[in-house]
């Protein structure tokens, strides 16, 4: 039994890992955009980013299992191209874990970017940086709170989600029993020994990455100056 738990915690951790690498991509780009965009309908996208914050789980999982069917949109796409069905496998729980940990990624992007001063970009400027340099001289050094706080968020929110993945991946062994899930089914079947087991896993991690979060960011603060 404590072969196949930990079984469950190392796919969990995989999916969390590469939920968050695959953020980490893809909302620099958009929470950017988000900080300094103008454009009136800027505010429907931020909502939209948002929106797996106040929706319940069951609602996005039955929509996204709906989605991702093989007679669905992504999920006949997937179908075509790789042959495989997107629901009940990894390759559908990371792609359901990066919607709804979209917003865990891009909000705290989204205000370390904004707490970049145009000043210091445009002195940037006046010395002859391209705007790739710009970024990635002066405004990835200056978000590094930012990406600490986004990172530590996805990869947490994504180990202890439970509606989502249970609706999308089911509990198959080695491919989609994660954490959560096995530990669910532990306290339905009366298994406490396993229950205990794997909610120590999860409150042990939890308490470890936000310790370590926090004195990461007590250092850089002390470093760089309680503004930065």
């Known amino acids: 039994m404590i072969g196949i738990e ?32 103008t454009r009136p309908w800027a505010g429907w996208v931020e ?38 069905p997107l629901n009940f496998s990894f390759a ?26 145009p000043g210091i970009l445009e002195a940037g400027a006046t010395l002859g940086a391209s705007p790739s340099d710009r970024f990635l001289r002066l405004v990835l050094p200056l978000s590094r709170r930012g990406y600490i706080t986004a990172a530590v968020l996805t990869f947490a929110h994504t180990l202890g989600e439970f509606g989502v993945v249970l609706m999308i991946g089911g509990n198959i062994p080695g ?9 669910y089914e532990a306290v339905e079947t009366l298994d406490y020994g396993s229950a205990h087991r794997l909610a120590a896993v999860l409150l042990g ?21 309680p503004g930065v």
């Not at 190392?10 to 958009?30: E, K, Y």
């Not at 914050?53 to 179908?79: E, I, K, N, R, S």
């Open 47 to 84: 909502a939209l980013v948002a929106l797996p914050l106040v929706l319940p789980p069951t609602v996005m999982g039955f929509y996204l299992l709906l989605w991702f069917a093989p007679d669905g949109g992504l999920g006949a796409l997937w179908l075509e191209v790789t042959g495989q």
């Open 6 to 37: 930990w079984q469950a915690v190392a796919l969990t951790a995989q999916l969390a890992g590469v939920t968050t690498a695959i953020l980490l991509l893809l909302a620099t780009p958009l929470a950017w955009w988000l900080a300094h965009s």
């Open 92 to 117: 559908g729980l990371v792609v359901a874990s990066v919607i709804y940990s979209l917003p865990f990624a891009t909000q705290p992007l989204q205000a370390a970017f904004a707490g970049v001063g």
């Open 205 to 225: 991690f939890s308490f470890t990455v936000l310790l370590l979060v926090y004195g990461l960011n007590r250092r850089l603060s002390f470093r760089l100056g």
């Open 175 to 183: 491919e989609t029993r994660v954490v959560s899930v096995a530990l």
